[in-house]
């Protein structure tokens, strides 16, 4: 028969471990442009034992949470990064639909249209790709989005919010699962880029903390082991 120890390492050393991934991928994408920080999420529950013994409260992973605060702003310069202060993403046309997103590093496609590196096109305001001129001398986006060409008015650049729950759809895009809005009071800052809110030394320090954790989960369930088994060696040696 298994032991109360036991039943309450299994999913305990589980969720260490699966927390140990979500660490490292976060320290992984301490340099990945829009990336938020990942963490675990642990519920309980309660093991009652059946001779009536106080019960054990079992933490067990059920989750991913998403850290959205702001990363850093880093000055590139460059005419097709884009950085947007405060909240709102925006949002780019991929192969499996549309994506929001905090990475602001674009550049011209062959077609002329603003794109991420991997072709993704950039949304205006009414949802479609922005495409500059061939004979463009010199693009300017206001802080409102406003989106100028030689000095005259040619259109803007989206930011948009999601209306409900969104999930993760690579390192740095999601999917607004009900759908998403424009954010009218969005703030877009050219020439920067959004750097990841990863703490690389908070995070090595959190992965050295889920590591040991992990090996006392192991060293508790040896134990708990050992002595299963001179119980039932006894058990044999009495029958």
Known sequence: ??????????????????TAQI????????????????????????????????STSIGHLVGHSTDFS?????????????????????????????????????QLDPNGMIADAMGNTLQDEGG??????PDAVSIAVARDGTLSVDGEIFGNVGVFEPIGEMERAGANQWVAL???????????????????????????????SAQRLYEA???????????????INAIRQQG
């Open 23 to 54: 660490i490292a991928n976060n320290i992984a994408n301490a340099s990945t442009p829009g990336f938020k920080a990942e963490g675990p999420i642990f519920a309980e529950y309660v093991s009652a034992s059946a001779n009536r013994q106080p």
């Open 1 to 18: 028969m298994m032991g109360d120890n036991s039943i309450t390492s299994l999913p305990r050393q589980s969720g260490l471990l699966e």
């Open 178 to 208: 009900d759908g998403d809005r424009l954010k009218g009071d969005a703030t877009i800052l050219q020439g920067f880029v959004e750097q990841s809110n990863v703490s690389p030394v908070l995070e090595f320090a959190k992965l050295i």
């Open 70 to 106: 702001g990363g850093a702003f880093e000055k590139t310069g460059n005419t097709f990064d884009f950085g947007i202060e405060g909240d709102g993403f925006f949002k780019v046309t991929t192969p499996g639909g549309d994506r929001l997103t905090r990475a602001g590093v674009f």
């Open 217 to 231: 989960g192991q060293t508790m369930a040896e134990q708990e082991h050992d002595r299963l088994s001179s119980l």
């Open 128 to 133: 479609s790709a922005i495409q500059i001129p």
